[in-house]
């Protein structure tokens, strides 16, 4: 059997996505920006993706920039503050994806502005009450907050309009990476009073390469992809069309049918949950599973065996795809940044499982199995 549990990495593409994407790319080969008809055809599907991604999050169409990715729109977020809005002063956490920390130290040592960090409490939650803290020290700074809406591998959410609101309280700007939670929780930007959203396609089952940041209309920020007027003066370069209609598609899927995903996945993760708890009596989970955290994301960490390092290989030889931590890091040899920035016993292996909407009960099974086989044993 082969299970893919990686979700947080990528997604499989859905079905209805890749028909609509596959019009697109037999008959509007025709560049955006041209004034003829072919140029004309493929800008007005450009436009009408916007007004719909618009729709799904109740902004304006003019608030939204089509980007390459999740990480791009963090960096467009963040270097805009700095250079454009006059930001001199940085919040984020140590459990940020790298988009946004690395960013964020970059910028920061660039211009020679502080870089500050709120704190967690024992759960790997934000310390709300250390980030009023920094924000009343630092008040006669221009200051930028950024928080991640969902941690993508320990998978706890920030209370969004709370922070929100907090940030509004003190003049400051908030940006929000919300890779992991857009499309798979409904956001009201109007309602949130949020300056900056990201959004990355193929964490909803839509194409890679191709995602947005939404702006709020009252902010004005120059592009730092240079070289063309287009969107808006705001990112160079030709619109990817294949990619945006089929971001598109994929939000219209993920909103149609949200709530029945919610129920599946979660039901999913919180089987696994019970399922581990008693094959391994004395496993932990990393973060805080049954409390505020996102429903795809389950973080496990499993006792001591004479396998830690082999760990990984092992389920993969088994079919079953999972995470020993950030999938854009894999490869890079260090333990995970978010585990070791929340106090996780690092001499443990810890592994993240990550759902979708695919996933079903038997591939559940077949994964606890996998593991009973591997511990159940040696503990």
């Known amino acids: 059997m082969k299970v893919y549990l990686d979700n947080a990495a990528t997604t499989a593409m859905d079905q209805e996505v890749i028909d609509a994407i596959i019009p697109i790319m037999q008959n509007n080969f025709g560049n955006p920006s041209s004034v003829h008809s072919f140029g004309r055809s493929s800008r007005a599907i450009i436009e009408k993706a916007r007004k719909k991604v618009a729709g799904f999050i109740n902004a304006a169409p003019g608030e939204i920039v089509f980007t390459g990715g999740g990480t791009e729109a963090d960096n467009l977020a963040l270097r805009g503050a700095v250079d454009d809005l006059g930001v001199n002063h940085i919040i984020t956490s140590k459990i940020e994806h790298h988009a946004v920390i ?25 310390d709300i009450a250390s980030l009023e803290r920094l924000l009343a020290e630092n008040k006669d700074k221009k200051t930028l907050v950024s928080l991640m809406h969902g941690n993508n591998e320990i998978s706890n959410r920030l ?40 959004c990355s396609a193929h964490k909803f089952h839509g194409p890679k390469g191709v995602g947005f940041l939404y702006i709020n209309e009252n902010i004005q920020i120059k592009p730092i992809i240079t070289g063309g007027a287009q969107e808006r003066n705001v990112r160079a370069g030709t619109e990817n069309i294949i990619g945006i209609v089929g971001l598109t598609k994929a939000m219209e899927v993920a909103h149609r049918d949200m709530e029945a995903h919610q129920k599946h996945i979660q039901g999913l993760k919180t089987y696994m949950i019970e399922q581990l708890e008693s094959i391994i009596p004395t496993i932990q989970f990393n973060g805080d599973p049954k409390g505020d955290s996102l429903y795809t994301v389950l973080n496990v960490q499993f006792p001591n065996t004479d396998m830690d390092e082999m760990l990984l290989y092992n389920f993969d030889i088994e079919g079953i795809a999972v995470s020993g931590g950030s999938a854009c890091s894999s490869g890079s ?25 695919y996933n079903t009960k038997e ?16 503990v």
């Open 102 to 126: 690395d960013t964020a130290e970059l910028v920061g040592k660039k211009h020679n502005i502080k870089v500050s960090f709120v704190s967690f409490d024992e759960k790997g939650y934000v």
């Open 333 to 357: 040899n260090v333990g995970s940044h978010v585990l070791k920035n929340i106090g996780v016993d690092m001499e443990k292996p810890s592994l993240r499982f990550s759902f979708s909407k």
């Open 363 to 378: 591939e559940i099974d077949y994964t606890l199995k996998i593991i009973q086989d591997l511990f159940a044993v040696k």
């Open 159 to 198: 209370p969004l309009k709370r922070v929100a609101d907090i940030c509004k309280s003190y003049g400051a700007y908030f940006h929000s990476d919300t890779v992991q939670t857009m499309c798979h929780y409904k956001f009201d930007v109007r309602k949130l009073g949020i300056d900056f959203l990201t």
